[in-house]
């Protein structure tokens, strides 16, 4: 026999077992979205290659080495999305979503993604992404929105011990002036500096900032602060103060510069102390020129993506719920086979009542059936034999109170309901 074909490296199967607390978080996230007023797309899951080594940035990590690309049977560069920021700018330009001088279009998505980074806890090469988008304003007030929303999102969802880190990243205008003195700085230091930061230094100096060896050398950087231009300063001055005012705490982190390219000005993450190395539920900020860097006008914009694997592992190991897990209102047992059909019947009918109910088809025994109808977390057994079946009755046993009556053929859809609580 040939060896059986598992699943590729980095990618997981969601079992029954976590699928429902999925569903959970999905229903959850859809919520926010709708008292928030974000409406959502569905983007598709490949896109142009050029895309994204236009928008996220062809000297980032992302672009240099984790997309999964291939070229179609037309000859086009395809790639996976490795992330929905830059297809949602693409969508919002091509269909014309925004109003000119109007408010943000407010945009969400869920979604895989796709990253060939080396798999661990919390971080595979097949991921969800929760993404809210606030397309088209430059109010640093729409910043303060989107980190509400990620806080409002996480706190629905009853996650705790989470941290909110910002920085401002500059823009075009002074990020330019800050790189200048960091490489200069960076120089003076580059025997010291890993491997992966002296490649990193001439192109893309900032993210050794965010390097996990070179603690030292990036304490004693220069300030980014020190470099902002008005503009840029008085915008993270008003994010902080809007969030000061509605209460979320934050942590300046000079070092967070995040691994997309696209951002200017306020860059943030949400990170949980629960996950190890790969503490960010969710990372965001804003992206004043994506869209000119993908061909479109200029559409200052702002959001976030939450990391669903993620946010389902902090969520398990911190206990929070997911509502109730999935259970049967009704199994029909039926420990005779000339009644199978009748117990067909019945199981069709409390569908058709809008009831869960299920039946067994192994042909089993009436004991192993009761067991099944247990571990199923049914409500009620509805046994269904010849004899039940030839006097118009089904034996209904309450499964919680372990009571058990005969009800007429007729009522046993209410009685089941009664026992499930749902009248
Ligand atoms: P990102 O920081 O690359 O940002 O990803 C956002 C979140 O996705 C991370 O905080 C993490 O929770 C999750 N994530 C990323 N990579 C993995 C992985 N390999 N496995 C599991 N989870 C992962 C973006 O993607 C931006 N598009 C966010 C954004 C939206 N910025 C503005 N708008």
Redesign the pocket.
């Known amino acids: 026999m040939s060896e059986s074909i598992q699943g590729p490296r980095g990618v997981r199967d969601i079992l029954p077992d976590e699928s429902w607390k999925w569903a959970y978080v999905l229903d959850r996230a859809g919520e926010i979205a709708r008292r928030f007023g974000y409406s959502e797309v569905k983007l598709p899951i490949f896109e142009h290659t050029e895309l994204f080594s236009r928008g996220v940035g062809d000297t980032t990590d992302?672009v240099e080495k984790e997309m999964y690309t291939f070229t179609d049977k037309g000859g086009r560069s395809i790639t996976l999305r490795?992330?929905?920021?830059a297809g949602m700018m693409r969508s919002y330009v091509e269909h014309t979503l925004g109003v000119p001088g109007g408010n943000p279009a407010k945009l969400w998505g869920a979604g895989p993604?796709f990253?060939y980074?080396r798999p661990q806890k919390?971080?595979?090469?097949q991921?969800w992404?929760l993404?809210?988008?606030e397309v088209g304003s430059e109010s640093p007030l729409v910043d303060v929105e989107v980190i509400m929303t990620a806080i409002e999102l996480f706190r629905t969802l009853g996650m705790r011990n989470l941290e909110v880190v910002i920085n401002s990243v500059g823009c075009p205008k002074c990020r330019p002036v800050y790189r200048e003195k960091l490489v200069g700085y960076l120089k003076g230091h580059f025997d010291e500096l890993c491997d992966t930061c002296k490649s990193r230094l001439d192109r893309n100096p900032l993210r050794v900032l965010d390097c996990k060896e070179d603690h030292e050398i990036v304490a004693g950087a220069p300030d980014i602060f020190d470099s902002l231009c008005d503009e840029c300063a008085e915008h993270f001055k008003a994010v902080t103060d809007g969030l000061t005012r509605l209460g979320i705490k934050y942590t300046i982190d000079k070092t967070l510069v995040?691994?997309?390219d696209y951002?200017t000005k306020t860059a943030f993450?949400v990170k949980s102390g629960d996950l190890g190395a790969?503490s960010?539920?969710?990372?965001?900020?804003r992206?004043d020129n994506l869209s000119e860097s993908i061909g479109g006008p200029h559409v200052p914009s702002?959001?976030?993506?939450?990391?669903l694997?993620?946010?389902i592992l902090v969520m398990d190991e911190q206990g929070c719920s997911f509502g109730s897990a999935p259970a049967l209102d009704a199994y029909v047992v039926c420990p005779d086979p000339a009644a199978r059909l009748n117990a067909m019947e019945l199981m069709y009918e409390l569908r058709r009542a809008g009831l869960k109910a299920d039946m067994d088809y192994a042909g089993r025994g009436m004991k192993a059936q009761m067991k099944t109808a247990v571990a199923s977390g049914a409500k009620a057994a509805c046994i269904l034999g010849g004899d039940e079946a030839a006097r118009g009755v089904v034996a209904v046993r309450d499964l919680t109170k372990a009571e058990q009556a005969e009800v007429p053929a007729g009522e046993v859809c209410a009685r089941v309901a009664e026992l499930a609580g749902r009248q």
């Open positions: 992302i490795p992330e929905m920021t993604m990253r980074e919390g971080r595979y090469r991921f992404q993404d809210y988008e995040r691994g997309l951002y993450e790969q960010a539920v969710c990372g965001g900020g992206y702002v959001g976030f993506a939450a990391g694997d993620r946010v």
